[in-house]
């Protein structure tokens, strides 16, 4: 979710109207009933639905059961689906029953982050007005069951505990047995260290992992590196965002991440400056805010919403392969673009048109 500066006179509903409450339209979001349309049970179509899930994380259960949450719709504080195969989707419900009362504004509750954690499944969330240097925070919601109804656990540090500003887009990481939260949007991505119950932050421990106009981080461990997948350019203008994904990589949790070109990605400071994984094309347009999760096969899928497609304005939810070159760099999709079909999940094969 991105954060502006010069946004802050827009209101919180007219934006999570557009960005997400929008693309429901008539249907709503109870199924996708996009990927189910075509009888091979060897592929998938992109985009996956459901309508309106933005910035979208997902959670994978002991039975094999595929839980996605999304930002705040017009219609649901963190919309909930599930799936069997990470394709199609049942809309469940909201995570959250109203909003949270640790801010008296008009913040609206974006960027989720699922994980399962101490016993429990975890919510940490972005809560923040739009464009706002407002002291926006993360906070936490728990439960017992992936489908909720989760609790709200208030903040688990703001802007002014911290220091670097826009403290959303939360991504939850356990590190030889530390927990740590990684966030950032356009003023620098950074990570801070939680004490053993994920419930609060540990002060002095905050560190650097990129610079500005990025945000969504998000970490991967494979190939004996950490991967940082974050979204850079513009979100949230339909046809005309500029969104797309860029990755860097450290053999330390904590960085340097460099890309491609040997940069550091604490150097970089303007959009679409460092080495793209996913790029819009005319029939998607602005891919980002990505999380990934891995299959019984060992592969890796990126999980992300494109702001538009060819035919329909407003955010929706779609899934790619993740595959690794010779070099152990993330190849994504079709070689960098959105599929428009693909091998489904678990089916051991890739291909992608």
């Given at each position: 979710m991105a954060e502006w500066r010069g946004c802050n006179t827009v209101s919180r509903r007219s934006v999570l109207q557009t960005i997400g409450g929008s693309a429901l339209g008539a249907a709503g979001i109870r199924t996708s009933g996009l990927a189910a349309g075509d009888p091979n049970p060897n592929h998938y179509h992109n985009p996956t639905g459901p309508f309106g899930f933005g910035d979208a994380t997902v959670v994978r259960t002991?039975?094999?059961?595929?839980?996605?949450?999304?930002?705040?719709?017009?219609?649901?504080v963190i919309p909930i689906a599930r799936s069997s195969d990470l394709v199609n989707w049942t809309y469940i419900g909201a995570a959250l029953q109203s909003q949270p009362d640790w801010r008296n504004d008009d913040a609206g509750v974006w960027a989720p982050d699922i994980s399962y954690y101490d016993g429990e499944y975890r919510i940490y969330y972005s809560y923040s007005e739009w464009?706002?240097?407002?002291n926006p925070g993360i906070g936490l919601a728990t439960s017992d069951t992936p489908d909720g109804p989760f609790t709200d656990q208030g903040p688990v540090f703001r802007e002014n505990d911290l220091g670097p500003t826009n403290c959303i887009d939360a991504d939850f990481n356990v590190i030889d047995g530390t927990p740590y939260l990684i966030w950032g949007s356009w003023y620098g991505i950074y990570g801070v260290e939680?004490?053993?119950?994920g419930?609060?932050?540990?002060p002095g421990t905050t560190f650097q992992l990129a610079g500005d106009r990025r945000e969504g981080g998000m970490?991967?461990?494979e190939n004996g590196y950490y991967y940082l997948f974050y979204s850079t350019g513009h979100?949230?203008?339909g046809y005309d965002s500029t969104y797309g994904v860029e990755v860097g990589r450290s053999e330390s949790f904590f960085g340097p991440y460099y890309n491609q070109n040997g940069t550091d990605l604490r150097e970089l400071n303007e959009h679409h400056s460092g080495v793209a994984v996913l790029s819009g094309t005319n029939q998607f347009i602005?891919?980002?805010h990505n999380t990934a999760i891995q299959d019984d096969d060992g592969d890796w899928w990126m999980v992300y919403h494109v702001e538009a497609t060819e035919s329909r304005e407003g955010r929706i939810l779609m899934v790619d392969r993740i595959r690794w070159d010779s070099n152990d760099w993330p190849v994504v999709a079709c070689n960098g673009v959105p599929s428009t079909q693909s091998s489904m999940p678990h089916s051991g094969i890739y291909y992608c048109r």
């Open positions: 002991a039975d094999g059961t595929y839980y996605v949450y999304g930002t705040e719709t017009s219609e649901d464009g706002s240097t407002n939680l004490t053993e119950d419930r609060e932050y540990v970490i991967l461990a979100c949230c203008q602005g891919p980002g």
